[in-house]
């Protein structure tokens, strides 16, 4: 009897993380979740900062898509439905019915997270309203969120104090998509500004040239500088670089019944200074925006 060979102990499945509440009476409530996401997305941030930074942009966008999403469907099944931020928070993520997570829910949850996102955050928000506290991530990968541990007062406040930062960054989001539009506006209204100012100053300094030369345009605009200009700048157009120099045009450009219109059709539309150069024809003298391209107010710049 002594002899006989002892078979090993059969190994241990592993446990999963017991939600306190199987019935979901006690899900986890908005604000610790919060915190817990928050905690969580400092984390990926970070990490994402240190393994990317040196990438190409297009690369580093990638690879931090990559990271986060490696982390969010990673970490929860190996960790009894835990990131480090749901460990933090004493909550776990479990399906609707109590039983842990797969790769592809832990997966799709985190395309969830990218939906809830793009909804102005209001997918991760109505998890202060709906049933069970689901969010749409939630019902998207059928999951939902469970407290699996009692946490002290202050380890309750110090998450819950976290979690206070997830609406006032929803907020600086909100107001940043619609703040950044109207700056990127008014500073394009500002260059094309600019870009007007510069052409009535040239139009100025060729009418004083033609008053001291006797009715004379100069033969390039160069010749405007330093005695009537300081310098010659270059149109600012917006989407359209402007190569330096200035684009001379002879009378073939000009057009209308007095022949001091343009053709937009001659145009060669490179956004430098136009300037025609056709002594004794109407049109001698005309600087002008070389572009067929519609300011702010849609009108063509070669029209001003």
């Known amino acids: 009897m002594d002899n006989e060979p002892v078979s090993p102990p059969a190994a241990a499945a592993p446990a999963h993380a017991a939600p306190l509440d199987p019935a979901g009476e006690y899900s986890a409530g908005f604000w610790l979740r919060a915190g817990a996401y928050m905690i969580d997305g400092f984390i990926v941030a970070v990490v994402s900062v240190i393994f990317t930074f040196l990438l190409p942009a297009g690369i580093s966008v990638l690879a931090r898509l990559i990271l986060s999403a490696a982390y969010f469907t990673v970490m929860p099944v190996q960790n009894n439905g835990q990131t480090l931020g749901k460990m933090a928070a004493g909550v776990a993520i479990v399906r609707d019915d109590g039983t842990p997570l797969s790769y592809g829910r832990s997966f799709a949850r985190w395309l969830g997270y990218l939906v809830s996102g793009l909804t102005l955050c209001l997918g991760f928000i109505c998890a202060a309203f709906t049933h069970r506290k689901r969010a749409l991530h939630d019902y998207i990968a059928d999951t939902r969120v469970v407290r699996v541990e009692e946490l002290n007062l202050g380890r309750k406040i110090a998450v819950i104090g976290v979690g206070l930062l997830f609406p006032l960054l929803v907020v600086l989001g909100i107001a940043a998509a619609i703040a950044i539009p109207k700056f990127s506006n008014l500073t ?21 040239y033609y008053g001291d030369t006797q009715g004379n345009y100069p033969p390039t605009l160069d010749a405007l500088v330093p005695k009537y200009i300081p310098a010659l700048e270059a149109p600012n157009l917006p989407n359209q670089p402007v190569p330096p120099g200035v684009e001379q045009y002879g009378p073939e450009v000009c057009a209308g019944p007095k022949g001091t219109d343009l053709d937009p059709a001659k145009l060669r539309n490179t956004g430098k200074w136009g300037y025609v150069v056709a002594p004794k024809a109407p049109c001698d003298g005309m600087v002008f925006v070389d572009s067929t391209q519609p300011d702010t107010k849609g009108t063509p710049w070669y029209t001003y």
């Open 188 to 208: 394009q209204q500002a260059n094309e500004g600019g870009t007007k100012g510069r052409l009535g100053m040239l139009r100025s300094a060729l009418s004083i």
